[in-house]
């Protein structure tokens, strides 16, 4: 139920549509409950005992097993065949010319055979499609002795060049499958382990350098493991000139929307960089880059990455003074519905937090109410450090709101929670954010001495407000604006500007 219930939750009404018709000519008997069934899985108040019971009139548990095991089986035929129409033409292209020549080489025809394969190879290589090539210079190979037009020599090198490739991409594959393991087992599981030290550790295993021999595929994988790094560390200012330098090496490419896939997740993460170093105008520069990809190739990448293009775009519009453009576009983007959940759980997050720079306490907690499940539950959706965040939001907001059971409630399953991990990862700032807090809640009186101003800046000293992180400064600027007659939005931006 769980397995189907996942796949069907993420089918837009278009989807949906497409779905049952895909049905409808499948079905070669009118007495077949597969359309039924998906229609009564898209509604989220039926649980698997009621959909049995509207299927059958009764507790048929056999029949509705087997029928649920062909309707997975029929998604995901639907899911394969969607996905070779939209995305995979070109691979599917390239295999049938590789078939087809086969099939003359055998038959011993063998200039149609090689001219098949050369259209193969042109757009084999243009994609760049390392496996394919392979096999294309594999097959190349095999039938050059019987042809002697063809210069073996020159296909033995071309192959070993391609095959150098081909290696290289795996091996980016290889230690970016495992920084994210690492990655997920300090967000996603609470572990305290040396990232820098793991990724020092890789990179120096595989001998990995940027150059122009590498493909978008490789130069994403590569900014990818800078962008984890800077995620882990919050050191995103450190990372700047690497990922800027990496993507020049990327334009300098001709044709550079060869894997559109990947080259718009590159500017993504430009894009990200920038709002966390505070260069909002630079960062929206990229963001409309980011837009005119998701554009191309008739726009099959914008729904994959219409949330985050939104999120950060609303991000830097927030800290620009541009506030109510950023709530607008955040209001209108969460009423549609997405397979993205980490991206949507990013959304109302910042959503709740612009409400709450605004001093819109009443938005504010409508949105918090959003965030129903448990934080074990957002652990595993968004990470760690995602529900520390919503965490520090909840309270700071229970204390505007001079709730004292929620306040105190939530103050107690914090520390007890959360006060040792962050000591271990050496984010004991929090802690000390947390603790003061709650003084000035107990005492607020304390916020109009100037022992108190001096002191939380002794506190949250840091080397400069160009290299803190902007999440990092957003939170402090709560501290401080308590002892400032101002708004916390506008003490915020005065904080970041300075």
């Not at 190879?121 to 294309?136: F, G, K, Q, T, V």
């Not at 594959?173 to 572990?191: F, M």
């Not at 775009?313 to 397979?339: D, G, M, R």
């Not at 802690?431 to 809640?441: L, P, R, S």
Request: charged share 30%.
């Amino acid at each position: 139920m769980i397995a189907l219930k996942s796949i069907i939750d993420t089918f837009n009404p278009e989807d949906q549509q497409k779905f049952i018709a895909y049905l409808q000519q499948k079905n070669k008997r009118k007495d077949t409950k597969n359309i039924q069934l998906f229609k009564l899985m898209t509604h989220p108040e039926l649980d698997s005992k009621s959909i049995c019971k509207h299927l059958y009139n009764e507790d048929n548990c056999n029949a509705y097993h087997a029928l649920r095991k062909r309707l997975f089986q029929s998604l995901i035929d639907f899911t394969a065949n969607k996905n070779l129409e939209d995305e995979n033409s070109i691979d599917m292209q390239i295999i049938k010319y590789i078939l087809a020549s086969r099939t003359y080489l055998l038959q011993k025809n063998y200039d149609i055979a090689y001219k098949i394969l050369d259209k193969a190879e042109r757009l084999a290589d243009e994609h760049l499609l390392y496996p394919i090539l392979n096999e294309i210079y594999h097959t190349k190979i095999q039938y050059a002795p019987n042809n002697p037009k063809i210069d073996l020599e020159q296909l033995i090198v071309k192959q070993k060049e391609n095959q150098k490739k081909h290696q290289l991409e795996d091996q980016l594959n290889i230690v970016y499958a495992k920084l994210k393991s690492v990655l997920n087992t300090i967000s996603y599981e609470g572990k305290v382990i040396d990232f820098e030290k793991e990724l020092e550790s890789l990179l120096t295993d595989y001998s990995i350098e940027i150059d122009q021999s590498l493909s978008f595929k490789s130069l994403y994988q590569i900014l990818a493991i800078a962008n984890i790094s800077a995620l882990v560390t919050n050191k995103y200012f450190e990372i700047e000139n690497f990922v800027l330098k990496s993507y020049n090496i990327l334009k300098e490419k001709k044709d550079t929307n060869k894997q559109l896939y990947y080259q718009i997740h590159i500017v993504y993460i430009i894009a990200n960089t920038l709002f966390r170093n505070k260069k909002f105008e630079a960062s929206l520069q990229y963001i409309s880059e980011m837009e005119e990809l998701m554009q191309l190739k008739k726009g099959i990448y914008h729904k994959e990455f219409i949330l985050k293009k939104t999120l950060v775009k609303a991000l830097n519009y927030n800290y620009n003074h541009q506030q109510e453009k950023a709530i607008e576009l955040v209001e209108t983007i969460i009423k549609k519905k997405h397979s993205d959940i980490e991206s949507q759980l990013d959304l109302h997050l910042s959503l709740l937090m612009f409400y709450f720079q605004k001093g819109d306490l009443t938005n504010a907690k409508s949105v918090l109410s959003k965030f129903y499940h448990t934080d074990q539950y957002y652990i595993e959706k968004a990470g760690i450090d995602w529900v520390i965040k919503k965490n520090l939001a909840e309270i700071l907001l229970y204390i505007e709101l001079q709730d004292d059971d929620l306040l105190y409630s939530r103050l107690k399953s914090f520390k007890r929670r959360y006060k040792g991990y962050l000591k271990q990862i050496h984010q004991t700032r929090i802690v000390t954010f947390i603790n003061y807090a709650e003084k000035i809640y107990k005492q607020p009186e304390m916020i109009k001495s100037n022992e108190f101003s001096k002191l939380i800046k002794s506190t949250f000293e840091w080397t400069s407000i160009q290299k803190e992180d902007i999440f990092v400064i957003s939170f402090y600027a709560w501290l401080k604006n308590k002892t400032e007659e101002n708004t916390l939005y506008q003490t915020t931006i005065n904080l970041i500007k300075s």
